[in-house]
């Protein structure tokens, strides 16, 4: 009888363990990186459309200012890399940047891809989802950012505003304390000690002095189980970006990760959330 009993306790533990890992890679949620980059230009409307096809909880695009106060979807300070002009992205006109072809570089079909306004992205947000939007300039940016959402008609659970400079993500959590704001950061690695630049509890406590509403940061071996349970714990949702394997995305998401950004929302999607 009780050899019986415990076979079916031994069971319903193994389903019950199986439930809840497969509630944790579900719950997860996935970022497209500057939309679906691995398969199309980043940053352009043609990549964040793409994502949202492949049904991303989310989608990660960069912003600047352009010299004539309109916010674009760029990541690079400059337009060489993408665009082959050798100059700032803030010392061009939104119709001179226009003039830039953005997708070609990626594949030939893309040639048509142009730099996108913030405004343009925040269209295509589909209900349910929502936008994180990587500040890559300085706090210039956020009076129009403030318009730019307002005039969207997007609810304040629909955008999250992102960035590494810790000051402008005060200014940004100041200026608009209804959105959710994220410290972006990568943690450093002595190459001889093996020691990080910081503990986890400084980062934690970063963000709370600022009331900043979570941490995004680069993943690598500082991403651990304690420290997502340390940042949760203080009311600090973690973030890691770019993870394109799915072995790391399902030990993140095990470890009880919030979000995790890729350049391949479909396929960490099909395999956290078994999608079709």
């Not at 996935?30 to 989310?58: C, F, K, M, Q």
């Not at 950061?185 to 980062?203: A, C, D, L, P």
Request: aromatic letters at 8%; one cysteine or more; a positive charge.
């Amino acid at each position: 009888m009780w050899g019986r009993r415990f076979s079916q306790f031994l069971f319903l533990g193994t389903i019950l363990l199986i439930m809840i890992a497969t509630s944790s890679l579900s719950a997860v949620e996935i970022i497209g990186h500057r939309g679906a980059s691995y398969d199309a230009p980043e940053n352009t409307l043609a990549s964040v459309n793409l994502a949202w096809e492949r049904n991303a909880d989310a989608v990660e695009i960069d912003i600047y200012l352009s010299k004539d106060g309109k916010i674009v979807a760029f990541h690079d300070k400059t337009t060489k890399r993408i665009g082959g002009r050798d100059q700032e992205v803030k010392n061009q006109t939104f119709d001179e940047l226009q003039t830039l072809d953005v997708g070609a570089w990626k594949n030939a079909k893309f040639k048509a891809e142009r730099i996108p306004t913030l405004t343009q992205i925040l269209e295509t947000i589909p209900d349910q989802k929502r936008l994180f939007i990587e500040i890559k300039c300085g706090p210039e940016v956020l009076p129009q950012l403030k318009q730019d959402l307002a005039a969207s008609g997007k609810t304040a659970a629909q955008t999250a505003i992102i960035g590494f400079d810790y000051e402008t993500m005060q200014q940004a959590k100041q200026l608009m304390p209804e959105l959710e704001v994220i410290w972006v950061f990568k943690v450093k690695q002595n190459k001889i000690t093996r020691k990080w630049e910081h503990k986890s509890g400084y980062y934690i406590q970063k963000a709370k002095e600022a009331n900043l509403d979570g941490l995004d940061l680069g993943y690598n071996g500082f991403v651990n189980k304690t420290f997502v349970e340390q940042a949760k714990a203080a009311g600090l949702p973690v973030y890691v970006w770019t993870v394109n394997k799915v072995g790391d995305a399902k030990k993140l998401a095990e470890m009880g990760v919030t979000g995790i950004t890729t350049d391949r929302p479909g396929l960490l999607n099909s395999a956290l959330k078994q999608e079709k």
